[in-house]
């Protein structure tokens, strides 16, 4: 096998099983749940080192590509296609062999979503080159993982014919839906059964062949989108227009369902999608009691439960297959047996309007992040943090005056034409009106305090001259 394989991450959902962490304006593949990095980092690190890779691409959110370009910084040849609304996987996948294609046609391209856990990665990279050699046969690849129980949450892959290329390779007799309990065991008991993990390789001709031949108005909406749309900021985003008359539908339904071409690589790879707070408690480090603590929290008399806390201290007394979560706004309680069952709770707060539902208190942007400290009646206090040679961008407002203390750092302010350059424990005021945009001219973080004061404290208290790329006459 010569082909070269591009590795193509795909970021999407809310993740809100694991809310109060994974938010809207946040979700899981950003948080570190499962190690030291987050889960998407951990995607695409856990590649390194494997020959025959091309650039990784990245299919994400227009909302959430600062974060990507942010946490995968060290990948300098790094692509990232912004989706302008979501389609789920098929027309992201479709975008991406389309994206390929212009320069590399014959090329393979690694599937991955960015939000599962891999604890064996030898075992993974050694499979992906097994996939790789049935791909270069024509095949359409999945990764089939061989299941430790009768698990719900998973669809499953019979596994038909073998295939000569590769020793254990198996063409695929047919997808099964999420079974019951009782259905699941029935499975394990027969053999040749597989999770589906969602995960695959592709030849990319072959698979924009089988597309259109399955789901031509995916192919039709999702792959123009890509030389209609438009470069900005080292971002390609597709074109709006065409990509949102795509479907939205998964590969498997469009493709994998579909073709007479599909395979599966069976493999044991220590692999989860980390669905819900249960299977992260199953991943942590327990202690003599089965309890697994993230962050400052203390445990008495606690058994088989998971505590972890962003925000204040946690102190569980007495639990039992407990799990409790807390960030700096929000607190999770329940049972093991019930926690499945949070994005129910996350879409009753939604309808309530509760900005916990969708939103942290710290905002990323594109100089840094801006995060609430406390918010009353006509007022407001956050901690801006703004990257070195980064710069807000320039505005005022009609509503609303602003106090700025630089706590560290220096900052260069721009107020109505003049400017200052202020140093910690040096203030500012700006008033109502007053043309201004903070700047940091130094080498080291500027961390500044905001405090807003008026009658109106929301985003859309905001005439911008700039945004925050310095580009001109944009008005939120």
Not at 119 to 129: D, L, S, Y
Not at 180 to 198: C, F, I, M, T
């Amino acid at each position: 096998m010569s082909r070269t394989i591009y590795p193509v991450i795909l970021v999407g959902g809310r993740g809100a099983r694991l809310w109060p962490m994974s938010r809207e304006s946040l979700p899981k593949v950003f948080q570190n749940l499962a190690t030291d990095q987050s889960l998407l980092q951990d995607t695409a690190t856990r590649l390194r080192g494997m020959k025959q890779l091309g650039a990784p691409i990245v299919v994400c959110n227009h909302e959430h590509t600062l974060l990507v370009a942010e946490q995968l910084s060290a990948f300098r040849d790094l692509t990232i296609l912004a989706e302008p609304v979501r389609r789920n996987t098929a027309p992201a996948v479709v975008a991406s062999a389309a994206f390929i294609q212009r320069f590399a046609p014959d090329a393979l391209m690694l599937v991955l979503p960015a939000d599962h856990v891999i604890t064996k990665p030898e075992a993974f990279q050694r499979a992906i080159e097994q996939a790789a050699v049935v791909a270069d046969t024509g095949r359409l690849v999945t990764f089939g993982i061989e299941p430790t129980e009768p698990e719900t949450e998973y669809g499953y892959i019979k596994a038909g014919a073998s295939i000569p290329e590769v020793d254990d390779a198996r063409e695929i007799a047919r997808f099964v839906e999420k079974p019951d309990r009782a259905r699941a065991q029935a499975l394990l008991a027969e053999g040749d059964h597989y999770w589906n993990s969602g995960m695959f390789v592709f030849p990319v001709r072959a698979f924009l062949d089988e597309v259109r031949t399955h789901a031509s108005d995916v192919v039709a909406a999702a792959a123009p989108a890509v030389p209609l749309g438009a470069e900005l900021g080292g971002i390609h985003h597709l074109d709006e227009k065409t990509f949102a008359r795509a479907p939205s539908i998964s590969v498997d339904y469009a493709v994998m369902e579909q073709t007479t071409r599909s395979a599966t690589v069976p493999c044991a790879i220590g692999w989860s999608d980390v669905g819900n707070w249960q299977a992260i408690w199953e991943l942590g480090s327990k202690d003599t009691d089965g309890n697994v603590l993230v962050g400052d929290a203390v445990s008495q008399e606690n058994s088989n439960s998971f505590l972890r806390s962003d925000g204040p201290l946690v102190v569980g007394i007495g639990l039992e297959d407990t799990i409790v979560v807390a960030t700096p706004d929000a607190v999770l309680v329940g049972a093991q047996r019930e926690i499945k069952t949070v994005n129910r709770a996350v879409d009753r707060l939604l309808a309530e309007k509760r900005r916990q539902a969708e939103r942290h208190l710290r905002a990323h942007r594109p100089w840094g992040y801006c995060e609430t400290i406390q918010r009353g009646p006509r007022f407001q206090v956050q901690r801006l943090r703004i990257n070195p040679g980064a710069r807000l961008s320039l505005q005022k407002h009609y509503h609303r005056a602003e106090h700025w203390v630089i706590v560290e750092g220096s900052g260069l302010v721009t107020r109505d034409g003049e400017e200052m350059l202020l140093s910690e424990n040096e203030a500012t005021y700006i008033p109502l009106g007053t043309l201004h945009r903070i700047a940091n001219p130094g080498n080291v973080p500027l961390t500044l305090i905001e405090t807003q004061y008026g009658s109106y404290l929301d985003e859309d208290d905001v005439v911008r001259i700039e945004d925050d790329y310095g580009r001109a006459d944009i008005a939120d």
